[in-house]
């Protein structure tokens, strides 16, 4: 992985769907109650798999699944009690949709969300989030970049700057 960064921004290439898992890993150690991560990108592109990461980063047990078809998955994590919701909104169509659902319930809650799809709901999202973008280059390798928006995403990317990439 080579960093391209500035303050409030991380830009690098994965080289495989291990090393996207390991970024997720570090990220969901550093993730604290009512965190709320965006993740866009097209279908492919590794958004379950850094979900996956975030996972294992926050100590998480059993397997990370997709839940396009149920919208959200819950995970608590056995120690804390700390409650994981893993949310894809692939399916879907408009932001009514989502707020009929009760998203709001969880992007205001005490648990760490993780959205997929989630610029389908940017209207409704928290102004104060961490926004995660992944793009394709080849079979193995994404782009991911992610922004911190706010004050509360600003150290917690800088603390993942300098545990991934020692900077």
């Known amino acids: 992985m080579s960093p391209i960064l500035n303050e409030r921004t991380l830009d690098f290439i994965s080289h495989s769907p291990a090393q996207t898992r390991r970024?997720?890993?570090?990220l969901g150690a550093l993730v604290e109650r009512g965190d709320v991560l965006c993740l866009v990108g097209e279908l492919g592109t590794g958004k379950t798999?850094?979900?996956?990461?975030?996972?294992?980063?926050?100590e998480i047990e059993g397997p990370i699944t997709s839940p396009t078809?149920?919208?959200?998955?819950?995970?608590?994590?056995?120690?804390?009690?700390?409650?994981?919701?893993?949310?894809?909104?692939?399916?879907?169509?408009?932001v009514q949709e989502a707020l009929d659902f009760g998203l709001e319930?969880?992007?205001?809650?005490?648990?760490?969300?993780?959205?997929?799809?989630?610029?389908?709901v940017e209207?409704?999202?928290?102004e104060e989030r961490?926004?995660?973008?992944?793009?394709y280059l080849d079979v193995n390798k994404r782009g991911i970049?992610?922004?911190?928006d706010g004050a509360r995403y600003d150290p917690l990317l800088r603390e993942l700057k300098r545990l991934a990439f020692g900077i």
């Open 49 to 58: 798999c850094l979900v996956q990461g975030l996972g294992r980063g926050l």
């Open 23 to 26: 970024i997720g890993a570090r």
């Open 130 to 135: 961490l926004w995660i973008n992944l793009r």
């Open 105 to 120: 319930d969880y992007l205001y809650g005490d648990g760490v969300c993780a959205i997929e799809w989630a610029e389908r």
């Open 69 to 94: 078809f149920t919208l959200i998955n819950e995970y608590r994590h056995a120690r804390d009690e700390l409650t994981f919701y893993h949310i894809d909104l692939y399916r879907v169509s408009n």
């Open 123 to 126: 209207p409704v999202l928290p």
């Open 145 to 148: 970049l992610i922004r911190a």
